[in-house]
């Protein structure tokens, strides 16, 4: 079962998935979204980070320009050392550039000093990484609610039990972590990044702790709060398959974007025309044994 394609679990919740929508209503139309009234959440300008000097230099990232809208769900692709997990610790704020800008919901971030980008970043940023980063002595309640509650602001009642009952995670709030599963300690971390209603979630390879069938669930559970929420989710991964998930694939290598696309629907060929103007063939990678 572990070494079944993560894209065939992913299909498999697909009915799932259309389940859900008949709880919560028709997901809206993306494509109309990305029209006319669609709106820029996050942008980068020229953005660029480079690490020593001369012979030695290292261009992680190399003037790179990319557009999220709101509600989109986006995938950045790349193998390792393509500059993929930079670029989410500049979209993130989490270090600086060396040169270029992001902007999140209009906002320059890194026109911030460091306290104020501290704050912009808890109240407009949400995270999921790969690790959890749940705090042990904490239940799942009190986890999820930290980012608002650091920000000294009271929990939306009301949002955080839409999200809790969304994520399956109803009769675990009281739950310490370590007596969770990875899954559900991977649901948990979702639901402390949509606790305070962010701009943006940026998910750092949210499944690469997980098993296939585990990872197709967890995938599958971002997309519907992207759908549910209306929330802007960037995602980084190494895995072609998990990026099928995603509205749209953004691949990198050697700190530049090389191609981007719309994901296949389900059901269409893997082929496609990147919007660079190059073809690109996707070549599904190996579950994780």
Partial sequence: MRNMPILLYFRQFSDSFACYHCRIGKPRDRLGERGAFAMEI?????????????ANLVRALDGVDISVESGEFVAVVGTSGSGKSTLLHMLGGLDRPTAGKVRVAGNDIFSMGDDALTIFRRRKIGFVFQSYNLIPILNVYENIVLPVRLDGAAPDAEHIESVIEALGLAGR????????????????AIARALAAKPAVVLADEPTGNLDAKTSGEVILLLKMMSERFR????????????????DRIIRIEDGKVVSERAAPKRGAPANAVSERGAPEKVAPEKARP
Avoid: C, F, W
């Fill in 231 to 246: 929330q802007t989710v960037a995602m980084i991964t190494h895995n072609e398959e998990i990026a099928q998930a995603a």
């Fill in 173 to 188: 709030q009281d739950s310490l972590p370590n007596s969770l599963s990875g899954g559900q300690q991977q649901r948990a």
């Fill in 42 to 54: 996050l942008r980068t300008e020229g953005l660029a980070k480079y690490y020593g000097a001369g």
